[in-house]
């Protein structure tokens, strides 16, 4: 009997793994038993919350703040899949709490921001957890490196581990104001592209920090073809324990699902010539673009030559701040952003820089 229950508990795991879209919600923090099971029924109820997540450790920044309830709030969870039906996930950051998660029947684990930037935290983790399982997510460091959550995912890879996938939770940016974590989007659509078959999560609440703004985060995140969202759910969001700005109510979390506009990657029953016409000029314009770079090249590589014929420097700022403003100007006039014509002309002004430094010193 005992046998037959893991095999059926394993295959509403894959279920649930494989359903898109796929939400995770949850409070930040379990607090008591009460207000784990009591979040998880109301949040079974809006028909929408495949996984009940809660914070059983919490990694803080500083000491003195709460750091979760410990493992006494392990069977909170199991009594709240009891009682719902919702499988589990809690975030891991040690040996010791995987352990004790798996023990006490949690579902899905997660490795977080904090531990995902410390690669001998990741292969520790990855040792404990080898030949074990369960599915396990992967949220982004929180630094914007890009390599190290790329290492994270090998060597949970390499441990074993058959389902893996990515939570995209923001970066931290200082002299940001907008976000909690910004979200950097480039990043995470890089990311996506290096593993698209990887289930790849987004978490509003963590780029947020704040509960005003869930909704807009959430649907750029499906716009952008995620394959779900983690949201925090609390009971009394102004009462929690931790992260209480950026928490909503069950259901306030019900209607906020039921606002968004879930799209998909592809339609199979719409006939899409017009979009291919329109990706074929895409691809035309984007070769012209290369010709024309490439040309531009050939004309720095002849700059390069004079002034190292004349002994002037490379870089001349004074010029290149004048060519920067005008095609911000420009560009604005187009509709493009500044940010964007920033970024283009900085790296164009980077290649043609490494191509008149090759020229110096060949």
């Known amino acids: 009997m005992e046998s037959t229950n893991i095999a059926a508990q394993k295959e509403q795991v894959q279920i649930v793994w494989k359903k898109r879209p796929l939400i995770i919600s949850g409070p930040c923090s379990a607090e008591t038993e009460e207000q784990t099971v009591e979040t998880a029924i109301r949040l079974q109820k809006t028909g929408k919350v495949d996984v009940l997540r809660a914070g059983i450790w919490k990694p803080r920044t500083r000491p003195g703040s709460f750091e979760g309830i410990g493992t006494k709030g392990l069977p909170w969870l199991q009594a709240a899949k009891k009682a719902t039906g919702l499988l589990t996930a809690v975030e891991v950051a040690t040996p010791k709490q ?3 998660a798996l023990h006490f029947g949690v579902d899905i684990l997660w490795v977080g921001a904090r531990t995902t930037v410390n690669p001998f935290s990741v292969q520790d983790l990855a040792d404990a957890l080898r030949g074990v399982d369960v599915p396990v997510l992967i949220k982004n460091p929180i630094n914007p490196d890009l390599e190290l959550w790329t290492g994270a995912v090998e060597r949970i890879d390499r441990a074993g581990i058959k389902d893996i996938g990515l939570i995209h939770r923001g970066f931290a940016s200082y002299g940001n104001s907008e976000y909690r974590n910004a979200p950097m989007w480039h990043l995470a659509i890089e990311m996506k592209r290096r593993y698209p078959e990887l289930p790849f999560i987004n978490d509003p609440s963590h780029i947020c920090g704040k509960r005003d703004n869930l909704l807009e985060v959430a649907q750029k995140a499906i716009d952008l073809d995620y394959d779900g969202l983690i949201i925090e759910s609390h009971i009394d969001p102004d009462k929690a324990w931790s992260d209480a700005k950026q928490q ?16 998909k990657e592809d339609v199979p029953t719409i006939d899409h010539a017009t979009l291919e016409k329109y990706r074929q000029q895409i691809n035309h314009l984007d070769d012209e673009l290369l010709q024309l770079i490439a040309q531009r090249m050939k004309v720095a590589d002849k700059i390069g030559a004079y002034k190292k014929d004349n002994g002037l420097t490379i870089l001349q700022t004074n010029r290149w701040n004048t060519i920067l403003e005008k095609a911000v100007a ?3 006039k187009q509709g493009l952003s500044k940010e964007f014509i920033t970024k283009y002309f900085d790296a164009i002004h980077m290649e043609s820089i490494a191509h008149q430094n090759k020229i110096m010193n060949d």
């Open 98 to 100: 995987a352990e004790d």
């Open 330 to 332: 420009k560009g604005e």
């Open 248 to 263: 909503v109510t069950p259901e306030r979390l019900g209607e906020m699902l039921n606002e968004i506009i879930w799209r």
